[in-house]
């Protein structure tokens, strides 16, 4: 099993950019979750999915956007990037709840 | 409003001590303690967890002491080694509506152990 993968490992954007964090995992686990890695603040969760078409907003949500068409497959998309989402991207999946979640290796993202 | 608060920030210990890093919470909601692990470069990764009706774990060298009343635990490592250096999270998980449940994060402890 690969686990949680996240494409890309690095991503410079500028200001006003879109893109899209890519995460799959072969767990076949229903709860994935998005997390955003800042120095001194922990981590902190942007948006949720407890299955196939089920998301909902954690702690940050603001200026992105997620959607849950299959259960391996949980993107996130950046609107229109600003410097202040500078910062490492994490998923992170679990097979029923939030207590137990296998995390993923992490997309760093500069916007400049 | 930061709902798990963790201390020391950052801690240097000598190889075979005894690191221990603190979390307090507020909400009596939380039922659920783990802690993760954080080498660089890479994810968070599970460590050990208690739930709140056990005082103390161990697994290997790691041990989380509860104290419910006081809604504080900690993490203590046993004979500390390099390889231990680390990031170290604690955390806390409460149902969110039906079955869902949100994992709530401290700031982190950066743990350096010298050789």
């Known amino acids: 099993n690969a686990g949680v993968t996240q494409t890309p490992k690095f991503q410079v954007l500028k200001t006003g950019q879109s893109m899209t964090l890519q995460c799959a995992q072969d767990m076949n686990h229903e709860y994935m979750s998005w997390y955003r890695q800042d120095p001194g603040m922990g981590l902190r969760l942007i948006h949720y999915s407890v299955g196939a078409g089920i998301t909902d907003q954690g702690e940050v949500p603001n200026g992105y956007n997620v959607s849950r068409s299959t259960t391996e497959d949980f993107p996130l998309r950046l609107l229109s990037a600003a410097p202040s989402q500078t910062s490492v991207y994490f998923c992170?999946?679990?097979?029923?709840?939030?207590?137990?979640?296998?995390f993923g290796p992490g997309t760093r993202l500069t916007v400049t | 409003q930061q709902q798990v608060k963790q201390s020391p920030q950052s801690l240097i210990v000598q190889k075979g001590g005894i690191p221990i890093i603190n979390c307090a919470y507020e909400n009596t909601a939380f039922d659920y303690f783990p802690w993760y692990q954080q080498f660089p470069g890479k994810g968070p990764a599970l460590l050990i967890a208690i739930r709140p009706d056990v005082s103390e774990k161990k697994e290997g060298r790691f041990t989380i002491s509860f104290n419910k009343s006081a809604k504080q635990f900690s993490l203590h490592i046993m004979d500390s080694q390099p390889g231990d250096s680390a990031t170290y999270f604690c955390?806390?998980?409460?149902?969110?509506?039906?079955?869902?449940?949100?994992?709530?994060f401290g700031k982190g402890t950066l743990l350096t152990v010298n050789p």
């Open positions: 992170a999946s679990s097979a029923d709840s939030a207590y137990e979640q296998y």
């Open positions: 955390a806390a998980s409460m149902r969110s509506g039906g079955s869902n449940y949100k994992l709530t």
